[in-house]
């Protein structure tokens, strides 16, 4: 009996799938995400961005990384997001530490259902300055930490549901020109001989468009890239004991984050409680905890807030405390 109950709750519990002319298309399973991506295990990306040997993976201003995804259905489902794991962000001396400022640079995604990609599906996936750092040998830096999946909302009506998906992943900072200043995407081991991944080395911080776009097929290794479908849910983030202790020097915030599947974490200020800016990377981990020191948000009253969202999407927000302006003065 024990064994039959284990396998129902198996069964129920896994990603269904329907048949649509001779493809597979996944269909929305109870309150999960379901991805979509070029190797079907999502726990193997785990070369290259982690630390170690990089081949040179990195995410650049002349390196664009092109993955071919099937169609996918997406009736069902009330989000999609473009996503990538990604690593080991570098400072403006490494790999010496004199000058640790992350070297500046914004990552982009696009989706087309041809390899050609314009300004028009591509969208703003993560900015250098949220990334997990290249550690040092000799030295410490704050924020290094292994690679993680970042993740862009995107319409549903830009996924093919009857044409393959194409996906593409660069950068348009100069400075990312080499593996040495870049950071670096996760990667996965795979028997899969079909070509559907490769490399264009001819971009300039632009997607790359036209005819040519497919330079340089890669196989054995899928970059990690993927879509990410997510059903109608009822959950929700909750942020619980937050508060800021005010010193004659710092000022301390703490929180928690409670939800099915955290995802990530951050704080947020504001000076007329409509419009809000993100002062923090993305804490993954709790304890969530972020020292400020006098001055360093801002001199004026302004109110703070803590957030967090889970990997369906959802986004929770505590009550805004008001810090005043004594708190920020020298």
């Known amino acids: 009996m024990l064994k039959i109950f284990i396998c129902a709750v198996f069964f129920l519990s896994g990603i269904s799938y329907a048949e649509q002319d001779g493809s597979s298309f996944p269909s929305p399973t109870s309150f999960v995400p379901d991805y979509i991506s ?8 785990y070369l290259y961005a982690n630390g170690g040997f990089h081949a040179d993976w990195y995410v650049g201003y002349n390196n664009c990384w092109i993955i071919k995804l099937p169609p996918a259905a997406t009736e069902g489902y009330s989000k999609a997001f473009l996503g990538a794991k990604i690593g080991r962000a570098k400072i403006k001396s490494y790999p010496n530490s004199w000058d640790k400022n992350i070297i500046p640079g914004k990552i982009y995604m696009g989706i087309s259902k041809t390899p050609s990609f314009t300004t028009e599906n591509m969208y703003f996936l993560i900015d250098s ?78 997607p790359p468009l036209g005819e040519k776009t497919l330079e340089m097929p890669i196989s054995g ?69 972020r020292t400020f020191k006098n001055g360093e948000l801002s001199e ?29 003065a020298e």
């Open 38 to 45: 070029p190797v079907r295990d999502m726990g193997k990306f």
């Open 300 to 328: 004026d009253m302004f109110y703070l807030r803590a957030a967090g969202a889970d990997a369906l999407g959802n986004t929770g927000y505590s009550s805004e405390i008001i810090i005043p302006s004594s708190a920020g």
């Open 129 to 206: 300055s949220d990334l997990p750092l290249e550690p040092l040998q000799r030295d410490y830096l704050e924020g290094i930490n292994s690679a993680r999946w970042f993740w862009a909302e995107i319409p549903l009506s830009v996924i093919s549901s009857d044409e393959p998906n194409y996906l593409a992943i660069w950068s348009s900072s100069i400075y990312f020109i080499s593996s040495s200043s870049s950071p670096i995407i996760a990667a996965a081991l795979s028997d899969d001989e079909s070509e559907n991944v490769w490399l264009n080395r001819s971009i300039k911080g632009n």
């Open 221 to 289: 290794v899928k970059p990690a890239m993927a879509i990410k479908l997510i059903p109608e849910n009822p959950y929700r983030v909750i942020i619980k004991g937050f508060r800021a202790e005010i010193g004659r020097e710092e000022m301390i915030v703490s929180f928690s984050a409670i939800g099915e599947d955290i995802h990530s974490a951050w704080l947020e200020i504001s000076y007329d409680k409509f419009d809000w800016q993100r002062v923090t990377k993305f804490m993954f981990n709790p304890p969530y905890y």
